[in-house]
């Protein structure tokens, strides 16, 4: 089975309105791309965004969503508020969250529902902490993250979300997992979906993330379970994330 290439670009905290003005424009000004090209801009710059790609094959994504649906929760916005600007995919379990903000499987899991009912769908980031790859628990520790999503939503919506393998140690440090690394969890992540569901696991986008570079593109891409990137600090340098979307295309 094909499935399409994702090349996601997470901002995180970082832009300012000329910045994301230029870089939209600019990735506008790039031929069409065979992979789905995403971006993901802090909260304030979604609807800018939305606004600069109009009608272009671009799609917007966002980095956080309130597990609430509405009400006195002072500072959160609901997947429905999302779902209103035409945002397509949203982060969750992204592993600056979990340490960072103390986000836990059981509160992720809340998010995932949140997002699911609107018809949104998450991006649902997994993997393992360096001291875990170094006691081989790696597989153990992704699989786990899996089924506490698995054991509340079920196999079937598995086929609405995207999952990006994130190894916890690649983040942020310049020293991305190699291709087959990256490929080696890939392809226990769809085996371990497949005891649940052939189709769904045949079916379902796994992203690797985790200083994706342009040179580290080229391998990734040639690994059969990798079916798109993540990508943190590179996708802020327009040209690089240009390059990683040609060799993804
Ligand atoms: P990085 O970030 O590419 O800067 O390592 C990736 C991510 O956090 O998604």
Redesign the pocket.
Known sequence: MTRQKIVAG?W?MNGSKESITTLVNSLLETESFNSEVVVLPPFPYLHLVSLLINKSSIVVAAQNVSDKTKGAFTGEVSASMLKDFGIKYVLVG???RRSLYAENDTFIVLKIKALLASGLMPMFCIGETLEERNSNRTLSVCKKQLQAVLDEIGIDAFAKLVIAY?PVW????RHSASAQQAQRVHQSIRSFLAKFSKSVAEKIQILY????SSSASIDLFSMPDVDGV?????SLNINEFIKIVRIAS
Do not use: D, F, P, Q
């Open positions: 997470n995180k992204h592993s600056e994130e690649a983040i942020g440090t993330g985790g200083s994706v993540l990508v943190g600090s590179a």
